[in-house]
């Protein structure tokens, strides 16, 4: 079996690195000592024209001189020079390398070019890099740190995967001060080689990575993609930054790393298909992947909140009601006994709120006990824990009044909290704990060291608890059932090959398409004259609708050629010579009129890059104020398509509401997965609108439909 790029990359046991030289303040010369200083146990080969000695190590004058075949290359050279050091790499036979170098494709035309050869060089010899226009790698459990920043602190078990270099490099100073570290981290560059999709499958199969960060500005292959995350999530969560979605970010993408990105609504689609915890910000990432890989699993969604102060309990427990998390009451036993260790003044119901309390013993090891203890509370968060810190705060004013020293004073408030480091083990239930203190403070220092969550921020300590359950939700809900291949109807490739040269499908010939799938759509009849029309009404019963049908429109609302609830022959023939009035040459659609008091929307859409994507959404007149959207990527499973439809905000109103039967959910999951067939099967078709979708007598049926032929959507 071939062993994964990654493996040799990120755990390489010889290393050629061009670009370090005597002068620390080069940026190829720190990333050399960081390599040095991380632990490397391998050898390390400089490659410089001049230097003979660098730093200790010997340097050598060109790669051909290097006394044996090194498992790695790294390249922090000027962006002329890499193609022709490449070349060298894979004439002495390196196959793997780390192009630190940028000025490739994110400056446009010529940098392309340039990125193109370096492929092709790497094509010819076989090689796998990392990069361009890439900050290196971070393995602590090897140890190898390619990167500018040295890493402090003990291995960890969250690993990185970022489109941006400065989370790799530049965040371990913060991520130290929060006790977050590494297990893995990887720049990935301009991903012209190895990508995120790469990493994913590197992560798959590494034991210390126990959960994934993703910095994402693009995914250059979604469809595997997804295909990798859902395998990973069922095992460990992946928690993604995506900030191409806006036209801004997309601007800031393409210069950034060369990325082309796509609309925020089709990557929250990917991230929930896939079962990807959606994070808002960087700070998110490290946070909710740091609890998620230090924590015993949340196995419900009930939290206590021990607190010594009022705000933060209260805004804890705001923030989990949000996230649909509950703060029950406790159980009276429970409630007694806390009480019993309480001031008068304290609350013993949920939040536990001590008030200001200094007895660390109290909310480090007795009250988290009889919270963990109870079988009605799955996850703890506690707000206050603090000795040596607060100390510091009131030294000044305890010398002044006292003369005595600082150790005196640390000697009243400091913790034992040897106990405490052994809660979430002792009781398989996560903690998370916040403090307005750092690592000054050795009661949060310990906890940090010992891989116990601890923040700054109330609202962010319930926010991490929160991505716990949803990733518990993630784990608990149905596998995905396998999507089942359909031959092309032969009716629907009769048809589809009967207007090969139009580029709009006409809403008569879509709706036959629908129906060639087994999609139920209103009974109607395409008629050329008028006393067609009042023949087909008769075939049909009034009430009818009449559509105006003229080839080159499209949006026929705007032209005034829907004219519905015509209850009578005068009627009918009144507005069908009104719109040949207008339009000569237009033909008619004549409709049963659906009557519905719940209308929904789907489609398909073709982004560049990605596989066919199918919408779902909130109908009628109010669509565009509700903006109800949900998103998979096709093709679709069962499981898909009813996920779908559970993510809709106004999913309830698909329930039995006032007066009107519950939704044949299966029949509009099977629209959905039709749908996503029929976009697989006839890739010419660029987008798909079932606008409305009306819900009759439970039952969805289609009463609109337009298809437009041609490429790929760009942004919308």
Not at 41 to 54: D, L, R, T, W
Request: hydrophobic residues 40%; contains cysteine; proline residues 6%.
């Amino acid at each position: 079996m071939i062993a994964h790029p990654l493996k040799h990359i990120m755990a390489p046991k010889s290393i050629a690195i061009v670009g370090a030289s005597n002068n620390p303040s080069k940026m190829g010369t720190m990333q050399f000592l960081n390599i040095i200083q991380s632990g490397f146990q391998g050898e390390i080969y400089p490659v410089h024209p001049k230097e003979k000695i660098i730093f200790g190590k010997k340097a050598y004058n060109n790669i051909k001189d290097l006394p044996t075949i090194p498992d790695l290359g790294v390249l922090i050279v000027p962006t002329k020079l890499v193609c022709q050091f490449m070349e060298d790499f894979g004439l002495l036979g390196i196959k793997h390398a780390l192009i630190i170098t940028a000025g490739f494709k994110e400056i446009g035309d010529d940098g392309k070019q340039l990125e193109k050869k370096l492929l092709n060089i790497a094509a010819r010899y076989g090689m796998r890099f990392l990069g361009p226009n890439c900050l290196g790698v971070i393995n602590t459990h090897f140890p190898f740190n390619s990167t500018v920043a040295p890493v402090q602190g003990k291995p960890g078990a969250l690993s990185i995967a970022s489109q941006s270099g400065t989370y790799v490099a530049q965040t371990l100073l913060y991520l130290y001060n929060r006790g977050i570290t590494f297990s893995k981290a990887i720049s990935v560059g301009n991903e012209a080689n190895i990508d995120l999709v790469d990493c994913l499958e590197y992560f798959l199969e590494d034991d210390t990575s126990k959960a994934i960060g993703l910095y994402i500005e693009s995914i250059r292959r979604p469809d595997r993609f997804l295909e990798v995350a859902r395998k990973l999530t069922a095992k460990k969560p992946i928690i993604a930054q995506y900030v191409g979605g806006t036209d801004a970010g997309a601007r800031s993408c393409s210069s950034h790393t060369g990325a082309m990105a796509g609309p925020d609504y089709v990557y929250q689609g990917l991230f929930e298909q896939a079962g990807i915890i959606r994070a808002q910000t960087i700070e998110e990432v490290y946070a909710f992947g740091h609890v998620l890989s230090t924590q015993p699993p949340l196995k419900g969604k009930r939290i206590a909140i021990l607190t010594n102060s009022g705000g933060p309990g209260t805004a804890m427990a705001s923030i989990l009601d949000q996230h649909g998390l509950e703060v029950p009451p406790l159980l009276p036993e429970i409630q007694k006994k806390i009480k019993s260790l309480l001031p008068g003044h304290a609350s013993a119901t949920n939040p536990v709120d001590l008030t200001f309390h200094t007895d660390m013993t109290l909310i480090t090891e007795t009250l988290p006990n009889i919270l963990l203890g109870s079988n009605d509370i799955d996850g703890l968060l506690i707000h206050g824990i603090m000795d040596t810190g607060w100390a510091e705060l009131f030294f000044p004013v305890y010398k002044s009044f006292t003369g005595g020293s600082l150790d005196d004073l640390k000697k009243m408030f400091i913790a034992n909290m040897d106990a405490f480091l052994k809660l979430p083990e002792t009781w398989k239930k996560p903690i998370i704990v916040n403090s307005f203190f750092g690592r000054e403070d050795h009661a949060k220092n310990t906890l940090m060291d010992n891989g116990i969550p601890g923040t700054t921020s109330p609202e962010l300590a319930a926010k991490m608890m929160a991505a716990m359950y949803e990733y518990t939700c993630i784990q608990n809900r149905s596998s995905p059932s396998s999507f089942t291949e359909i031959p092309i109807p032969k009716a629907a490739q009769e048809r589809m090959a009967s207007f090969e040269s139009k580029a709009i499908i006409t809403e008569f010939q879509a709706k036959q398409l629908l129906k060639d799938y087994g999609i139920s759509v209103c009974r109607e009849f395409f008629v050329g004259s008028v006393h067609e029309a009042v023949e087909a009404a008769q075939k049909i019963g009034y009430p009818v609708v009449v559509k105006g049908s003229i080839s080159d429109i499209s949006h026929k609302t705007e032209h005034n050629l829907v004219h519905t609830d015509l209850l009578s022959e005068e009627q009918l023939i009144k507005v069908c010579k009104s719109i040949q009035a207008n339009y000569p040459v237009a033909s008619f659609l004549v409709c049963e009129q659906i009557t519905a008091q719940r209308e929904l929307m789907a489609g398909m859409v073709r982004i560049e890059n990605f596989p066919p994507c199918i919408t779902l959404g909130f109908g009628g007149i109010f669509a565009e104020v509700v903006n109800d959207l949900s998103l998979r990527l096709a093709p679709l499973s069962n499981t898909d398509a009813f996920e779908m439809i559970e993510k809709l905000k106004t999913r309830k109103m698909l329930k039995k509401f006032r007066g009107m039967p519950e939704v044949d959910i299966e029949s509009l999951a099977s629209i959905l997965v039709k749908l996503g067939q029929l976009a697989n099967h006839f890739k010419n078709i660029k987008e798909i609108d079932l606008n409305p979708i009306m819900i009759q007598d439970g039952k969805p049926i289609v009463v609109d439909a337009l298809m437009i032929k041609g490429g790929m959507k760009g942004r919308p």
